[in-house]
């Protein structure tokens, strides 16, 4: 297990290691009911496995960031662990951090099933999850809960956002690859249902598990169903797996295959040969906005990748989780919980957002295509910007809700 600790100081850069002792907290701005003397967050993501790219050391340093930016005037420590892919590797790290090492918040979560596992406890000891890696939409519908907020995408958004473009395209059979865990499930659940309120068929689905190697037969099956559309309903190792296979079966010039939750990393990952013209729903794209562009580059000269919507979200749910504990003056959960509803998010990630009875925080999506070979001009120029989705029209609306939170 990877496990990293830093200490963050007010208006100062990264500084020393876990090593370091422990100062008090500084009361400027009213802060100085702080649990411990600090507020700490820890980023519980996947460094080795993976999704690594996607998410991993990233998010650690998109953090690390968010508390540099807007930890003046209190104590911040960050800290990240490995789950490994493993739920109950998760909850013990998330039990040791609540228990032990007074960790007030946790970011990322890199997977679902990890992020079901982990809320449970979380609920019982009354800590605040910001879900940027977890995906299901049940964090926002049947499973959610008053203090874990799902803040960069779930797989409804993406489901609605994919099938409304990829139908118009000429998309009409649908054929689902389902990684067999929670969140695989849920976007090709939420994804049929799109295709069938689009007037598209689904004329079948394997499921498959996690982190195969071999798709052959997934996709010739695929192919041999009539499908013009193969869906790929997985995480970023599966995914750049199946990509690739299906090319090398030719399978690109008789179906439009849709990788349904790909990542910038992955596209770097298989190169515009493959990838290109593929379409991506994503809550973030690091050449969209002169602002993306900043923060990209001060992230790159980190993390020496442009970053993913997984690590935008990490930043901007960790500053905004920070300026509601400098705003209230305490770390006490829901105290912390209602000034974030309180306060709509505005910076690079999201204009205007705001986070919903359901747990979700709304914000714009975006259309994306992946460019042809030739179209672009650097080695992360890898999309075209097509739509911007309005966040209240892609999500599920409030009314539909199956959140117990949610007054009907």
């Given at each position: 297990m990877v496990y990293s600790s830093f200490q963050l100081r007010a208006a100062v850069c990264l500084a020393l290691a876990i090593s370091a002792p422990p100062a008090?907290?500084?009361?400027?701005?009213?802060?100085?009911?702080?649990?411990?003397?600090?507020?700490?967050v820890g980023v519980l993501t996947d460094i080795a496995g993976p999704t690594a790219l996607a998410n991993g050391k990233g998010s650690v340093i998109a953090a690390e960031m968010a508390a540099e930016?807007?930890?003046?005037?209190?104590?911040?420590?960050?800290?990240?662990?490995?789950?490994?892919?493993?739920?109950?590797?998760?909850?013990?790290?998330?039990a040791r951090w609540f228990d032990v090492e007074g960790v007030d918040a946790i970011a990322d979560m890199q997977g679902?099933?990890?992020?079901?596992?982990?809320?449970?406890?979380?609920?019982?000891?009354?800590?605040?999850?910001?879900?940027?890696?977890?995906?299901?939409?049940?964090?926002?519908?049947?499973?959610?809960?008053?203090?874990?907020?799902?803040?960069t995408v779930d797989t409804y958004n993406l489901a609605k956002g994919a099938a409304k473009a990829i139908i118009e395209a000429g998309g009409t059979k649908w054929y689902f690859l389902t990684v067999d865990q929670a969140y695989g499930h849920a976007l090709s659940r939420d994804t049929s249902e799109q295709v069938k309120l689009n007037g598209a068929q689904v004329v079948g689905s394997t499921v498959f598990p996690p982190n195969t190697s071999d798709f052959a037969s997934f996709l010739l099956t695929a192919s041999n169903a009539g499908a013009n559309v193969i869906a790929i309903a997985a995480s970023s190792g599966d995914t750049v797996t199946a990509l690739k296979q299906a090319d090398e079966f030719g399978l690109s010039a008789k179906a439009k295959i849709v990788p349904l939750q790909s990542v910038l990393t992955d596209v770097h990952?298989?190169?515009?040969?493959?990838?290109?013209?593929?379409?991506?729903?994503?809550?973030?794209?690091?050449?969209?906005?002169?602002?993306?562009?900043?923060?990209?580059?001060?992230?790159?000269?980190?993390?020496?990748?442009?970053?993913?919507?997984?690590?935008?979200?990490?930043?901007?749910?960790?500053?905004?989780?920070?300026?509601?504990?400098?705003?209230?003056?305490?770390?006490?959960?829901?105290?912390?919980?209602?000034?974030?509803?309180?306060?709509?998010?505005?910076?690079?990630?999201?204009?205007?957002g705001y986070i919903r009875a359901d747990r979700?925080?709304?914000?714009?999506?975006?259309?994306?295509?992946?460019?042809?070979?030739?179209?672009?001009?650097?080695?992360?120029?890898?999309?075209?910007?097509?739509?911007?989705?309005?966040?209240?029209?892609?999500?599920r609306p409030l009314s539909e809700s199956p959140c117990p939170l949610v007054k009907k």
């Open positions: 008090a907290a500084q009361t400027a701005g009213g802060t100085a009911n702080l649990s411990g003397g600090k507020v700490k930016d807007f930890g003046a005037g209190i104590n911040v420590e960050v800290i990240s662990a490995d789950h490994s892919g493993k739920p109950d590797t998760g909850s013990q790290i998330a679902s099933p990890i992020g079901f596992a982990v809320q449970n406890l979380a609920v019982q000891k009354s800590k605040i999850m910001l879900l940027s890696g977890s995906t299901s939409s049940d964090f926002n519908g049947k499973a959610c809960s008053p203090l874990t907020v799902q803040w990952a298989v190169g515009l040969k493959i990838a290109h013209d593929a379409y991506e729903v994503s809550p973030f794209y690091w050449d969209r906005t002169p602002e993306t562009r900043a923060w990209a580059q001060r992230f790159y000269a980190r993390a020496k990748i442009m970053p993913t919507g997984f690590h935008a979200g990490v930043y901007s749910s960790v500053a905004h989780y920070l300026k509601a504990v400098k705003a209230t003056g305490t770390d006490e959960a829901p105290t912390v919980m209602k000034q974030m509803e309180k306060e709509r998010v505005n910076d690079f990630f999201a204009a205007d979700k925080m709304i914000h714009d999506m975006y259309l994306l295509q992946v460019k042809k070979v030739g179209e672009n001009k650097g080695d992360w120029d890898l999309y075209n910007v097509l739509q911007t989705l309005p966040g209240e029209a892609v999500n």
